[in-house]
């Protein structure tokens, strides 16, 4: 007698969403529309978001089948699931870096028997926004700029805000100095005017200079100083 086998192949019905600090690895549920006695194979892949794969994240996979107690690496991207088991677990790990980027998302998709499914990896950032770490003493001959170097505690993937400002000390602002500002990025090889008092300091730099001027004059008054402060976040 022969029993004529009525159940379909197993596909993949669908691939969990899965989240982690970066740094540490994102673990994906992957769940088959049944068991099959032999293996299943399975195709995986991973595709960008705004996660970078070897940036964020390895473009490389670990399975397990015995709810995450175990993990193999995967050569390649395919995988064959074992007879028995309707679902498994995939591992990715993320890497860690010290810029401030906000979380990030990539994709892990899972095909089998002309069926897939994909779920959102979600890399949760650790680094703090950047925040002013000091901004240097400046000094110039009178009617000469005086340029201060501000140092940043990080780098941003995104631009971080600054606002400047500047307070008299012996130094009177509009006869000793102007109160304006120009900024540079480029270790002072040019200044752009700033306008108002707040500057956006481009992703990935993690410093900048400032430059104020001072006014010439002919009054014997000795040395005066003035104060520059930078404040982000």
Known sequence: GTICDNDAAPTVVSVGNAAANEGDPLVFAVTMSGVSATSTHVELGLADGTATAGADYK????????????????????????????????????????????????????????????????????????????????????????V????????????????????????????DYKPSYEVSFDGGKTFTAVTGT??????????????VASLQDTVFEGNE???LSATAN
């Open 225 to 227: 100083t003035f104060k």
């Open 59 to 146: 473009p490389s996979y670990e399975v397990s089948f015995d709810g995450g107690k175990t993990f193999t690496a995967v050569t390649g991207t395919g995988v064959d699931v074992p007879a028995g088991h309707a679902d498994f677990q995939v591992r990715v790990a993320s890497l860690e870096d010290k810029i401030a980027e906000g979380n990030e998302t990539f994709t892990l998709s899972a095909a089998a028997n002309g069926a897939s499914a994909t779920g959102t990896g979600t890399i949760c950032d650790n680094d703090a926004a950047p925040t002013i770490v000091s901004v240097g003493n400046a000094a110039a001959n009178e009617g000469d700029p005086l």
């Open 198 to 211: 707040g500057v956006d300091v481009p992703a990935g730099h993690a410093d900048f200079q400032v430059r």
């Open 148 to 175: 201060f170097a501000v140092a940043l505690s990080g780098v941003s993937a995104t631009p971080t805000h600054v606002e400047l400002g500047l307070a008299d000390g012996t130094a009177t602002a509009g006869a």
